[in-house]
């Protein structure tokens, strides 16, 4: 009997079975999405990190290359990694240098990886680095040449299984690397190179090993800090104060450079705490050039740097305490080299940030140099000057401790750490973007619309089975016996649907990674992921969706047996609970528009409305018509035939929802806030660290930017460089990089800086985006960052701010900044605001795009790239956009089903009503008149659905109405009418005379 049966109603359960593969394809190929992410971000790890176990860091400094003759690290490569660029057809090409002991490399040759290949191409590459990197780049004294270069030949490759795509960072986008020599490498940087092959700051181990199995085979030397006797120094000139505090120094000794001692111009002198008070010790030289005798009293003057080489000029007055002989002031702890001096022949080849006058210098001051170079002509009290002399660069050039003291030095204290990456690595690839739920999220409209097309076949089938069904009644089945002949019949319609669904979840999965590789491709920022499918996402898919599928049979054979010829329901009971619901949807509105402005909750208003307009319809067509007047013949069909009308309604409804609230929230930014940009125009990354105020009309004349507009006003910040956090990484984020700001330019970007006044701690800024999506933290969460000096500190998350330029980064005071990373120097990132006018008026984008042009001019030596705030925002909302086209083409996915079932409640609708048709032709109605009066009856249901569709989508945005750019309310307008034209003419081939004839 089943089997006749479903052979006879094949045309329903046909159909029924096509929407449970359809609805079984997105459930399954949404959760297989989610695994191939996972899993292709898992061998993106594997891929970055090679057979890499525990990574050891030196934080700004450097180590020793004979660390790695240790057993511990027998098996490591070490590396001098530098951030550095490649200057290519125009193009500022950031790339990671890897200088390693690359014994197939000859000198001046390279490897790069694919990506970079990708880029530049094989043949000459022109390399710019950082150069003096030994010397702190704060130093008032180091060479004013900040860069260097290196012409080197890419021979060939490096592919991901040799470890081409090295990466010290979460982050799901390949590098781009380049591997040379390290002993050229440190040549062209300046270090030194007499007993080594040059400094290494990174270890890369394929054993494992804790911090405490480190520091017992540390040794200070490592650490490019040495010791000779009692006295230690630093290959980097100065000691930082970690480092001195640590050593608990019997003496400290810090040399300077001076511009004038007495009468004498340009001097070196020393202070140490050995002196105190105002008391100044002389060479016997500087007492006879200057006359001057103990007891008398010298004036000397310096310079002091006040961040980005702002130099302030000093006065401090000295007592002549002693005079010795100069052979005395030669001794080791009183002088230091400073690169760009002390290696100079004469001092007219002095070469120095220091605004320095040639024309001070004297044959004496000559051959002074010339006999005994930068040997101090006087020491003075470090407690007179120390507050001026020290800095971020460090607080002694020497100092006097003991042996036990020096062995005492941990690598935490010179900002060295030993981690294992991997652990955490895939933590952040399995906890990162969970496509599963988004692709569900984004299908659910899909799988909606699925089930609903489901249900119609099967509620036309039971209501045409009506006879046959009170039949089994009158011969004594049981109500429980009917249902169960009718679920069993309809049970191998899902069995058999289901599988089908599961292959078609695989593919569907495909060729959305496929999408995602190609023109869905800013959704991802990569080439694209491979399918990792497990067995038991099928089992979880198949059991899910047969779950659903056996609880919609369920509710729908019930359902089936219930019904009756007509639908006469009484004037609904729960009018006031329409009422209530209705005026809830309309407060929460207007209390989300004056007060909330929240997205969420605007688009839940969308689905309370279109519940709301589809309950009032309902209760419209079911209304009970009273004895004066009856109901129009229209409403009456729609009653007659509204389990067919539900489908269309809903699927349309929602449909029409998805597609235009995500179309409409697309951002404009050319109409955001202007927290987004701060009002700046535009946004520059050096590679290399700019140390230099941009505001200082001689530091623009020193930088070529003296042509600048003189309204032009720059912000600096300094990075620190952690993982990338915004909407480009997939990973989760742990801590994002971090970016020091004066905290009286934070309110321009839309930071409450009352909230740092709130926390005694170090605390940070995250924009909303990245907060939520990237590192799924709230404020008051904290995160833990490696300070220089090797300390874990933890940092709370202050307040957030609104997403624009800074996205993806924290945001932190400088004077915090600098008191966890005084090592990062200078400023890697600089906003520019323009001189003031509109900022659409053709004039305004004319001095914009000049003044981008001659800041990459300008500033080229340090890898500046500079982009528009806007086209930073535009890059930023690509993620954004290439999400709403994904959810867009699959909301089109549903209302295309949506149309689909439309077209089959009409063709079902008019070959139902044949005997009706030809009741009219008998009462003398043309097939015309007939075909008018169908169309006006048919038309309601779609129309309906679209008006309700279309304003629970305008509620949905209305948060970002004002934000909609007019080009994107053309587009939409332009879409509804095509959709009202494809409604019509569905319904106009739908129902014609011929259909109406047969």
């Known amino acids: 009997m089943n089997t006749a049966s479903r052979s006879y109603y094949k045309r329903f359960y046909r159909l029924a079975g096509l929407a449970v593969t359809v609805m079984m394809a997105v459930l399954t190929g949404s959760l297989v999405l989610g695994d191939s992410v996972r899993g292709s971000l898992a061998d993106r790890v594997a891929e970055r990190l090679g057979q890499t176990e525990t990574i050891v860091q030196s934080g700004t400094g450097f180590m020793s290359d004979s660390i790695l003759k240790d057993e511990l ?406 109500r429980s016996d009917v249902f169960k002949r009718l679920y069993i019949e309809a049970l191998p319609t899902i069995l058999i649907a289901t599988p089908i669904g599961l292959v078609l979840g695989y593919a569907y999965a495909a060729l959305m990674l496929w999408l995602m590789a190609g023109i869905w491709n800013g959704a991802t920022h990569t080439d694209g992921f491979t399918i990792h499918a497990q067995w038991t996402t099928f089992l979880w898919a198949w059991l899910a969706g047969i779950l659903i599928c056996l609880t919609v049979l369920w509710l729908t054979v019930r359902k089936g047996l219930k019904q009756k010829q007509y639908i006469q329901k009484k004037e609904t009971k729960n009018k006031w609970l329409l009422i209530s619901l209705f005026s809830v949807t309309g407060v929460l509105i207007i209390i989300n528009f004056i007060i909330f402005h929240s997205m969420v909750l605007f688009i839940v208003c969308g689905l309370l409305w279109i519940i709301c307009c589809g309950l009032i319809g309902q209760a419209f067509i079911n209304r009970e018509a009273d004895d004066s007047l009856q109901p129009l013949p229209i409403i009456s069909h729609l009653r007659y035939y509204q389990r067919q009308n539900h489908l269309a309604f809903w699927t349309l409804a929602l449909g029409v929802f998805a597609v235009f609230a995500v179309g409409l929230n697309r951002p404009d930014t050319n109409h955001l806030s202007s927290n987004a940009t701060g009002e700046y125009q535009l946004f520059a990354e050096s590679h290399v660290p700019i140390q230099y105020d941009l505001n200082n009309p001689a530091s623009r004349r020193h930088l070529s930017l003296a042509d600048l507009d003189d309204d032009a006003h720059f912000l600096q910040l300094a990075k620190h460089t952690e993982d990338e956090a915004s909407c480009w990484n997939l990973n989760q984020v742990a801590a994002p990089s971090v970016l020091g700001m004066d905290i009286r330019d934070m309110a321009d970007f839309g930071i409450d800086t009352t909230k740092f006044a709130d926390h005694t701690s170090l605390s940070v800024a995250i924009d909303h985006e990245a907060l939520l999506w990237s590192m799924m933290k709230e404020t008051g969460d904290t995160l833990t960052y490696t300070s220089n000096d090797g300390r874990a500190m933890k940092v709370v998350i202050a307040t957030s701010y609104p997403t624009g330029v800074f996205h993806g980064n924290a945001i932190m005071p400088m004077e915090q900044f600098r008191s966890l990373w005084p090592g990062e120097t200078g400023s890697k990132v600089l906003l520019v605001k323009t001189k003031e006018g509109s900022p659409n008026t053709a004039d305004h984008d004319s001095t914009t795009m000049s003044e981008s042009t001659l800041l990459s001019s300008a500033l080229s030596d340090y890898g500046v790239t500079v982009t528009s705030t806007a086209d930073r925002l535009r890059r930023f909302f690509e993620v954004t956009d290439a999400y709403l086209s994904i959810f867009m083409s699959l909301g089109g996915l549903g209302l295309l089903l949506g149309l689909a079932s439309l077209l089959i409640v009409i063709r079902k609708n008019i070959a139902a009503r044949q005997q009706e048709t030809e009741l009219y032709k008998t009462l003398g109605f043309s097939t015309d008149s007939i075909v008018r009066m169908f169309r006006r009856e048919q038309s309601i249901v779609p129309l309906y659905a679209i008006f309700t569709g279309t304003t629970g989508s305008l509620i949905s945005i209305s948060a970002n109405a004002r934000g909609v750019s007019p080009s994107i309310w053309f587009f939409a307008l332009a879409l509804l009418l095509l959709l009202l034209f494809t409604t019509m003419v569905i319904i106009q081939i739908s129902i014609n005379p011929k259909t109406i004839q047969k």
């Not at 990708?118 to 390399?127: A, D, M, S």
């Not at 290196?150 to 390949?174: F, T």
């Not at 340009?266 to 006879?288: E, H, P």
């Not at 010179?414 to 692709?439: C, E, K, W, Y």
Request: some cysteine.
């Open 73 to 478: 690290i027998a098996a490591a490569k070490g590396y001098l990694l530098i951030e550095g660029f490649v200057s290519s057809e125009g193009r500022m090409v950031p790339v990671t240098v890897w200088g390693g002991d690359e014994e197939a490399l000859a000198t001046n040759e390279a490897l790069l990886n694919e990506e970079l290949k990708k880029e530049i191409g094989l043949g000459t590459v022109i390399l710019h680095l950082p150069s003096n990197s030994f010397a702190p780049a704060t130093s008032p004294f180091i060479s004013q040449n900040y860069t260097t270069q290196m012409r080197l030949q890419a021979i060939g490759i490096r592919d991901g299984k040799e470890g081409g795509n090295l990466l010290l960072h979460n982050e799901q986008m390949r590098p781009l690397n380049i591997f040379v020599k390290r002993e050229n490498l440190a040549e062209a940087m300046g270090f030194i190179t007499e007993h080594t092959k040059g400094p290494i700051n990174v270890i890369l181990s394929p054993q494992q090993f804790t911090a405490d199995e480190f520091r017992k085979v540390w040794r200070p030397s490592f650490s490019c800090i040495q010791m000779q006797g009692k006295v230690v120094s630093s290959s980097r000139v100065f000691l930082p104060r970690n480092v001195t505090d640590s050593l608990l120094p019997e003496a400290r000794y810090l040399a300077y450079f001076v511009n004038s001692l007495g009468n004498i111009p340009y001097s070196f002198v020393t202070a140490t705490d050995q002196l105190k008070g105002d008391n100044a010790i002389l060479s016997d030289y500087a007492a006879r050039r200057m006359g001057v005798h103990i007891g008398d009293s010298v004036t000397m003057e310096y310079y002091v740097v006040k961040g980005l080489k702002r130099l302030e000029t000093r006065n401090h007055h000295f007592v002549v305490s002693q005079i010795v002989p100069i052979s005395q002031m030669a001794d080791s702890l009183l002088t230091a080299s400073f690169p760009g001096l002390s290696n100079a022949d004469r001092c007219t080849d002095w070469d120095s940030d220091l605004p320095i006058d040639m024309s001070r210098i004297t044959k004496a001051d000559e051959d002074y140099w010339a006999h005994y170079r930068q040997t101090p002509k006087a020491i003075v009290s470090l407690d007179a000057v120390g507050n001026d002399w020290e800095g971020e660069y460090g607080v002694a050039t020497k100092v006097v401790t003991s042996p036990e003291c020096m062995s005492k030095l941990a690598p935490e204290s010179m900002g060295i750490s030993v981690v294992q990456p991997r652990a955490a690595a895939l933590r952040a690839a399995q906890n990162g973007t969970d496509f599963a739920s988004l692709f569900l999220s984004l299908g659910f409209f899909i799988i909606l619309a699925a089930i609903l097309l489901m249900q119609n076949p099967l509620m036309e089938m039971y209501h045409l089975r009506n006879d046959e069904i009170q039949l089994y009644s009158t011969l004594g089945f049981k």
